[in-house]
């Protein structure tokens, strides 16, 4: 069985601090897809990457950075520089080849001014 | 990338009432759609694998008869939730592959907010 682990519920920082949402997966299968989502408070997800299992090469997109780290099961995402806007709730998912999608129980971020 | 939406994004309906969702690809074909229902504060949880042309597969504890699951074509899968109670109320969110296997790259609607009064 698959399980997705955030052990992060809530994360408070202030602005311009730099933080990272951590995530541990579990899964036997050897292709797999890991996944950031945010879900700001109109309830609306937003894709924010998508890792496949053979490829481990770190990605940064503006001020968002993930690290994979397939020894440790994890795929932590980092903010630099947070903003007020980075306000929101934060899932880890991990997808199976077939497309099925197991969540994390999501870390809440709140960036104070 | 390929869109998904859902239709309508929110409704509000009485007590005993059934309501349909839909799921569309709009601009890629999907064999396999999938459903998940997220309560408030709390993670999203698979309901059901929508197969196009054939039978729903269902989480354990959901249930196949109040959750209705219809995926006539390879664009539109529809969820209807039947006899309405105010423990359905939730937000519903569909998801569609654009390929197969390792190509499956799964895309998230919108999202459906139910409340049921």
């Known amino acids: 069985a698959q399980k997705v682990t955030q052990a992060q519920t809530e994360i408070s920082v202030v602005e311009k601090e730099d933080v990272t949402l951590d995530c541990v997966y579990e899964?036997?299968?050897?292709?797999?897809?890991l996944f950031w989502y945010k879900q700001p408070p109109s309830g609306e997800l937003v894709f924010l990457i998508r890792?496949?299992?053979?490829?481990?090469q770190n990605e940064i997109s503006g001020r968002y950075s993930w690290n994979f780290q397939k020894s440790t099961s994890s795929f932590n995402f980092t903010i630099t520089a947070s903003q007020v806007v980075d306000s929101a709730v934060y899932f880890c998912?991990?997808?199976?080849?077939?497309?099925?999608?197991?969540f994390g129980d999501g870390t809440t971020l709140t960036v104070k001014p | 990338g390929a869109v998904v939406s859902q239709h309508p994004s929110w409704v509000i309906c009485k007590s005993g009432t059934s309501v349909k969702i839909e799921c569309r690809s709009l601009?890629?074909?999907?064999?396999?759609m999938f459903w998940y229902r997220q309560f408030p504060k709390q993670s999203l949880m698979l309901m059901a694998t929508?197969?196009?042309?054939?039978?729903?597969?269902?989480e354990q504890g959901v249930e196949k008869d109040k959750f209705l699951i219809n995926h006539a074509s390879l664009t539109l899968s529809t969820l209807t939730v039947t006899s309405a109670h105010p423990e359905d109320s939730s937000f519903y969110i569909c998801?569609?592959?654009?390929?197969?296997?390792?190509?499956?790259?799964?895309?998230f609607g919108p999202g459906t907010r139910l409340t049921v009064l």
């Open positions: 929508s197969n196009e042309g054939s039978k729903a597969t269902y």
């Open positions: 998801s569609a592959g654009s390929g197969q296997g390792a190509q499956n790259e799964q895309f």
């Open positions: 890792r496949n299992s053979f490829d481990e």
């Open positions: 899964t036997r299968d050897t292709t797999y897809y």
């Open positions: 998912a991990l997808s199976e080849a077939e497309g099925k999608s197991t």
């Open positions: 601009d890629f074909q999907a064999t396999t």
